[in-house]
């Protein structure tokens, strides 16, 4: 294809995306690597908490929003769904002219990777509009240079993620398993609370990395990443094939929980909220401040939501079940 756009004369004129939140069941964090990011070993999951996308052929790159967010969030090429579409349509050859509109739902800096969700939908969408004929996987690969969890939401369901989050398998998982999300006032900045784990980690105040340190010599980047042995305990993977959600409380484990309570103490109350509300665990979200609740069946998680929202400590508690597929096409 060429810059002048010799697209297939019948692609689509519009498409919709719905693309879901990421939560991570469990998030090992080493020490920080030479450029900066932390090498991860992650279970993602996807769970029913969604944005959506519409795409269509514009004049030009353009980028509206609605809902949560929607008058705070940059809406020009800093923000990741721009870049995603100019991504594309640079690796494709065509001019990146679509009007996105994003109608948001996922809590913004919350530790649900909302942005990272955005870029994928644009990836998936765009490609089907512009008949690129990406696989997932070469999509997945695409973006990596968006950001660490945009290749996962692109994949979507339960899936182990190594290197700084990018790298992605899938994992075999049943479910429904029925998550509470309670979401707080104002975000988190992830680099600062990778930074603030570092400083806990420098002075005792947090354990120090189970992840194994790197080796100095950087040079064998993703391959060295997939050789290392996976730290996700086989009790895990285990009770992802079980049907046994007290089997999955039971391994949950976030590394950057202190960080995230240290910076913000009132997420310690929503999380004893969430235990005291009959939750079979009660975690961080990624880097926070979104805190997640698993609970036993779908009435349980109701009545847990309807708790946290009684006793105030939580700005909205979203209901979700988990896992559910990646940035999917609807139109
Ligand atoms: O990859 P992404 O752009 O989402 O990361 C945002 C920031 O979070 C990074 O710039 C970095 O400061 C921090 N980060 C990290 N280690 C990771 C992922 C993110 O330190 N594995």
């Known amino acids: 294809m060429t810059q002048s756009g010799a697209l297939p004369a019948n692609r689509p004129g519009a498409v919709r995306v719905r693309v879901p939140a990421k939560i991570n069941l469990r998030l090992s964090v080493g020490a920080p690597r030479p450029d900066g990011f932390h090498p991860l070993d992650t279970v993602y999951q996807a769970i029913s908490l969604y944005d959506e996308i519409s795409i269509e052929h514009a004049d030009r790159l353009r980028l509206t ?48 990777a909302g942005g990272s969700a955005d870029a994928a939908a644009v990836l998936v969408g765009c490609d089907a509009l512009w008949r690129g004929g990406h696989s997932r996987a070469d999509l997945a690969a ?61 002075t005792g105040a947090a354990p120090p990395p189970t992840l194994p340190a790197l080796p100095d010599d950087d040079a064998a980047g993703p391959a060295r990443d997939l050789a290392m042995p996976s730290l996700v305990p086989d009790r ?4 992802l094939r079980s049907d046994d959600p007290a089997e999955l409380a039971a391994t949950l484990a976030n590394d950057l929980q202190p960080a995230s309570i ?12 969430g235990l005291a509300a009959g939750a079979l665990a009660a975690l961080v979200s990624g880097s926070g401040p979104s805190c997640l609740c698993l609970a036993a069946d ?12 009684e006793r105030g400590v939580c700005s909205a508690a979203h209901v979700a079940v988990g896992p559910v597929a990646g940035a999917t096409v609807l139109t």
């Open 65 to 112: 929003l609605d809902g949560i967010g929607a008058n705070t969030l940059p809406t020009d090429g800093t923000n990741l769904a721009v870049r995603a579409a100019a991504l594309l349509a640079d690796r494709l050859g065509v001019a990146p002219n679509v009007a996105v509109h994003l109608d948001k739902h996922i809590p913004l800096a919350g530790g649900l």
């Open 142 to 202: 695409l973006a990596a240079d968006l950001g660490s969890d945009v290749p996962f939401l692109v994949i979507g369901g339960t899936a182990h993620g190594t290197g700084r989050g990018e790298l992605v398998e899938p994992v075999p998982a049943v479910g429904p398993w029925h998550w509470v999300v309670a979401a707080a006032d104002g975000g988190l900045s992830t680099p600062r609370v990778y930074g603030q784990l570092d400083a806990l980690r420098a």
């Open 236 to 239: 895990l993977l285990a009770a």
């Open 262 to 273: 240290a910076l913000r103490p009132a997420l310690r109350r929503t999380l004893d909220a």
């Open 298 to 309: 779908a009435a349980d998680a109701a009545r847990i939501a309807a708790e946290l929202t």
